[in-house]
């Protein structure tokens, strides 16, 4: 940043420097002021084409547009001057005439950047006493829905789909006030990261399938998480509505996802809320106790040489509290195949679709495509693997069978002990992406009937065993992982904070 | 002259003088009249000096904005290595304007000269003529002389055997009034929509595929030979009012008038004495009533305030208006000038390129509340929207075109609030039928 | 896609339906045609192969008449464009049609210098008399279609017309009758 020339300006009285370059509306921001906008996104090319940021500059003849108008030494902006403000009200009153008020029944309702700006900055009334412009909905594949006559025609769809994601499967169609947002036939946002143009419409126009009528934006509880479907570790909010996820949505981080997620994570979220849970400890067939179900397993585990089989899906702190009672193990990956984000360096749906592969190898686990190899005759300890799609055979002839799971798994030995944990959504933790950077992600809903958090399970196991201690927090198990693990050394909960660290030794996939 | 009819003798026909004569189309016709001579000089001339000769001939751009040519000219920076681009204006898509088809018709090859020195002047060596996708015979002639100057050695690898590489092309618009504004014919000739583009960078900076472009109208380059041949003095001489307009002019003149048609006079010429005596008047037993002066863009103006009027630059900017592209369009006292402002309202909705919110949603809801008058369904209330509206989408948009809907639309009210407000009353304007 | 009321009364000139009818397409620009070699001879005047896409759909409408979203898909293979692509830019201008039209495609300047010199009938002649009805429809011999255009760049020749390519000036509602004898 040394060499980097900056610029002092004031906007709405307060003086900011920023670097040579900045936009006016990015400058703003650090001001603290939030330039109303339609089509400027911080991930997109620069379109000026909504009007709405329009600011007033001292000596200059013209309103600015703020997104494309980059500062200058001694600028005095007024983003709430008489004259910005009319400007921005036409704006607003222009794109409502054509505007359904179907809010009601809109999906963006609540999230919606026409009724906030509206409400902020709009007319009371309007003066339009014509007929509204009547356009049918378009399926435009993927997951997504085209709601024309919401569309406001800021084109951010199009410049993702174009610029971000490498397919020109969009365009606006026709001119004036005929235009709409266009797709051709042999291409449409089946594309893998097509949905995201739902995120960036900062109206109702391109609304989810998915999501279609399921709920109100104000009636969901959001949590800050990790994308759990493959190891680039997105990070994303969990929202959620009577506990249930009802959709998942990025979570803007710079140097992972910027503000994108690919379908494949995003839609696939609704085993979080699968209903065939283990609920209860089970013992020899029967429900039982958690204190006896765990003595049960404490007293197991000193029966022989323990195969451990864990999922690389398990939270840092349950590998770690994992490796403590019983040492470490074999886990496995579920692959696919690979899908980039052309104009986003290094981020991809990867391959490993598990988050915390990574994770589980920096702890001392190693991949194997049957972990359950060699278990036979040992006590088998499987956490967070549902077996399916192996050979559990060698599990018949296990001294003892410990599953620590959210579903019980397939193949089990009728005397298996089984400890029902919750899953991601619901407990606190962290994963470590394929670049080994350690990210959290919060407890979004209730763990279902008597199972707990994993790490909870897991330091009662290692007490169990005599093998390690009590920890009253997830975040207590992290510090003593970061103590004991030099990869994670010096990293807490804090400063992890919500966009992650690096490991220090990370970058062995890198 | 003002074809199609004979030329007046007050015009001053510089750029007219062949309109008409089929052997000034050829080759050998143009030669023949000293065709080509300004080129084989220019070639051979520093490009900064003809920049210069351009700026003191005092040339103004043709195309409506009227930016002096030579100082456009100068932003180029010469020997950046980079690429340098010509775009010459054939566009001519404003109502009322159509000088340019008749330049294209009847002097191809002036044409071809004017674009050959400007892109020598410029450092380019690729000039596209960008001719709205509707001329099919402009085209058709630009292309036969094109190809005839192209097999003569005149423009090509070695233009004139300068060792100067200068290829001019034919691009055919497709049909879009805005590819008419500089940044948006550049995007239509890369094979995009016609959508203006946010200056800065200016096309001197960063403009056709990226690289230094300068845009020319026709006319405007159409007129650079002649400087070349007669000095910079002799054209600089050619002013009747302001000493900042320069030059002989092509006035398109067309709509209720006895004699339509084009005529080339000295900037500053009498405005009254133009519309009586050269293009003859009003149509029999009729008035001229309003006058839209520079295409269809610029602010309406009364056949009083008209009558006052001194043809140049500064001169229609004294009564509101400017000169633009000189499309001087006439209604007379048989028209409804609601009806025919709704009808331009219209124009401008359909045309719109869909960009800018005020743009695309302003012209449409115009042209709508004036339909809405004009079919005898209007309020008071709807005359404040209109000016209110108009506001809203004056000097907010990416281009004028936003602009330009108002513009006559609210001078027209201002000044013919009459014929408004009896519509509104339910009656029909006193001197009109309407029919639509 | 239907388009509901707009200010400028574009619907029966509005986009075919996804797959109207173009089936089987015969492609236009394939290597070695003529078609082609002229496209080929265009491309090799600009940087880029986009900057193609309008003489390219020039050209497939010379041959085709129209240009249906299969001619798009196979313009922008060509240049290595997506069909989207393509169809923003065709419905972008006017000129290109998007479905077919009648043998004889017949645009009358109604913009406001033409309009207060009558052109307004000259239309309603040609509507008249070609059996069209209604703007933008196709007459029922198949031989006419005729639109209002926005100004053909003629305005001192009221009312200018094109027909196809060709530009006809001056034109009035006596002249209509003759006009169609020429184009027939």
């Known amino acids: 940043m040394s060499d980097t020339k900056l610029v002092n300006l004031t906007i709405e009285g307060r003086a900011v420097s920023v670097p040579e370059g900045t936009t006016i509306l990015e400058a703003a921001k650090f001001a603290g002021v939030l330039v109303p906008h339609y089509c400027y996104h911080p991930g997109l090319k620069i379109a000026g084409v909504c009007r709405m940021c329009l600011v007033e500059v001292e000596k200059a003849p013209k309103l600015a547009p703020s997104c494309a108008t980059t500062v200058g030494e001694g600028q005095v902006v007024h983003v709430y001057s008489q004259k910005a403000l009319d400007a921005r009200k036409g704006v607003l009153e222009l794109l409502l005439i054509n505007h359904p008020l179907d809010c009601p029944i809109c999906d963006q309702a609540g999230e919606c950047e026409l009724q906030d700006y509206t409400f902020q900055e709009g007319r009371a009334d309007s003066r339009y006493h014509e007929p509204k412009r009547f356009n049918p909905a378009e399926d435009f594949g993927g997951d997504v829905l085209y709601v024309t006559n919401r569309c406001i025609l800021c084109t951010r769809c199009v410049r993702f789909m174009g610029d971000v994601a490498g397919s020109r499967a969009l365009c606006v169609e026709e001119r004036g006030d005929r235009a709409h947002i266009g797709i051709a036939p042999d291409l449409d946002l089946s594309h893998p990261w097509g949905a995201n143009v739902i995120d960036l419409c900062p109206v109702g126009a391109l609304v989810s399938k998915d999501f279609l009528n399921k709920a109100r934006a104000w009636e969901l509880d959001r949590t800050a998480s990790v994308c759990p479907n493959c190891s680039q570790g997105c990070n994303v909010t969990l929202e959620t509505r009577d506990a249930d996820v009802v959709r998942m949505k990025p979570r803007s981080n710079a140097t992972v996802n910027q503000y994108y997620m690919c379908d494949a994570g995003r839609l696939n979220y609704q085993w979080i809320n699968r209903d065939d849970r283990l609920e209860l400890p089970v013992v020899a067939g029967k429900p039982a106790e958690w204190d006896a179900a765990l003595a049960a397993a404490g007293k197991a585990l000193k029966g022989g040489a323990v195969h451990v089989v864990a999922g690389a899906g398990l939270s840092n702190e349950a590998l770690w509290l994992l490796k403590q009672a019983c040492g470490t193990g074999l886990f496995r990956v579920a692959q696919g195949p690979e899908a980039p984000l052309a104009g986003v360096p290094d981020l991809a749906l990867r391959a490993d679709r598990a988050p915390n592969g990574a994770g589980a190898e920096l702890l001392g686990f190693r991949r194997a495509d049957q972990p359950l190899a060699g278990a036979a005759g040992k006590v088998v300890v499987i956490v967070g693997d549902d077996l399916d799609g192996l050979d559990t055979s060698a599990l018949g002839s296990a001294a003892a069978v410990i599953a620590i799971c959210t579903v019980v798994p397939k193949g089990l030995p009728a005397g298996a002990i089984l400890l029902p944990m919750a899953n991601f959504a619901e407990e606190e933790g962290t994963f470590t992406n394929l670049r080994g950077r350690v990210q959290r992600f919060l407890q979004a809903r209730p763990t279902p009937g008597f199972a707990r958090a994993s790490w909870t399970v897991l330091a009662a196991l290692g007490v169990a065993a005599g093998t390690g201690g009590s920890f009253a927090t997830a975040e207590a198990v992290f510090a003593a992982l970061a103590a004991s693990e030099s990869t994670f050394g010096g990293m807490t909960y804090d400063t992890i904070g919500l966009k992650g660290q690096v490991a220090a030794t990370a970058g062995v996939n890198a | ?436 | 896609m239907s388009h509901g009321p707009s200010a400028t009364g574009g619907a029966a000139l509005q986009g075919a339906p996804h797959g109207h009818h173009d089936d089987p397409y015969v492609p236009v620009l394939t290597p070695g045609s003529t078609p082609r070699a002229k496209l080929d001879d265009i491309l090799s005047r600009y940087p880029t192969r986009q900057a193609g896409l309008l003489p390219a759909l020039w050209i497939v409408q010379d041959e085709r008449g129209w240009i249906s979203e299969h001619a798009m898909k196979e313009v922008g293979d060509v240049l290595g464009l997506t069909a989207a692509y393509v169809k923003g830019v065709v419905t972008f201008y006017t000129m290109y049609h998007q479905h077919p039209v009648g043998t004889w495609f017949i645009q009358v300047c109604t913009t406001s210098c033409c309009n207060c010199m009558g052109a307004e009938d000259v239309v309603k002649a040609f509507l008249q008399q070609t059996g069209c009805g209604e703007l933008g429809l196709t007459s029922p011999d198949g031989k006419y279609t005729v639109i209002e255009v926005e100004c053909l760049g003629a305005c001192g020749f009221a009312t200018p017309i094109m027909v196809n390519d060709d530009f006809i000036d001056s034109m009035s509602v006596e002249r209509v009758p003759e006009i169609l004898k020429k184009y027939c």
């Open chain 2, 1 to 436: 002259m003002g074809y199609p009819h004979k030329s007046h003798p007050r015009e001053t026909p510089v750029l007219s003088k062949y309109f008409g004569d089929a052997e000034a189309r050829t080759l050998e016709g143009w030669k023949a009249r000293g065709g080509y001579k300004a080129l084989a000089q220019a070639l051979s001339t520093d490009p900064v000096a003809i920049q210069n000769i351009v700026k003191e001939s005092g040339l103004r751009g043709r195309g409506g904005a009227g930016f002096p040519t030579g100082l456009k000219w100068s932003f180029m920076k010469l020997g950046d290595g980079k690429p340098h681009y010509l775009c010459c204006n054939a566009d001519e898509s404003e109502p009322g304007t159509f000088k340019d088809r008749e330049i294209m018709r009847w002097t191809p090859h002036g044409l071809i000269e004017g674009c050959a020195i400007a892109a020598h002047a410029i450092g380019a060596e690729t000039c596209y003529i960008y001719i709205r996708g509707e001329f099919t015979e402009p085209i058709a002639v630009m292309e036969r002389a094109l190809a005839e100057a192209r097999a003569a050695g005149i423009i090509g690898d070695n233009a004139m055997g300068s060792g100067k590489k200068v290829n001019i092309w034919v691009h055919r618009g497709a049909g879009a009034y805005i590819c008419g504004e500089e940044t948006a014919l550049m995007n239509s000739i890369e094979g995009r929509r016609g959508n203006p583009r946010i200056k800065p960078p200016f096309p001197a900076v960063a403009g056709l595929f990226g690289m230094p472009t300068t845009i020319n109208n026709v006319e405007t380059l159409a007129a650079v030979p002649h400087i070349l041949n007669n000095g910079p003095e002799w054209y600089k001489a050619m002013c009747l009012g302001s000493p900042k307009s320069n030059g002989s002019k092509l006035f398109s003149v067309c709509g209720n008038v006895a004699r339509p048609g084009n005529y080339e006079v000295v900037m500053g010429f009498s405005f009254k004495e133009f519309l009586y005596d050269l293009c003859g008047g009003p149509l029999p037993g009729r008035k001229f009533k309003a006058i839209i002066p520079g295409g269809s863009s610029v602010p309406v103006i009364t056949i009083e305030e008209a009558e006052q009027v001194k043809m140049d630059y500064e001169g229609f900017m004294e009564f509101g208006t400017m000169l633009g592209s000189g499309g001087v369009i006439i209604f007379d006292d048989a028209q409804s000038m609601p009806k025919q402002l709704a009808r331009l309202a219209r124009f401008y909705a359909h045309e719109s390129c869909a960009q800018c919110t005020q743009c695309r949603e302003g012209t449409a809801w115009m042209t709508k509340i004036l339909e809405r008058i004009v079919a005898g369904d209007g309020t008071f209330e709807d005359l404040d929207t209109i000016f209110e509206l108009t506001e809203s989408m004056t000097g907010k948009t990416i281009c004028v075109l936003s602009d330009s809907c108002g513009a006559p639309v609210c001078s027209g009210i201002t000044r013919f609030r009459g014929e408004f407000e009896a519509l509104i009353k339910g009656k029909r304007s006193s001197t009109v039928t309407v029919t639509a």
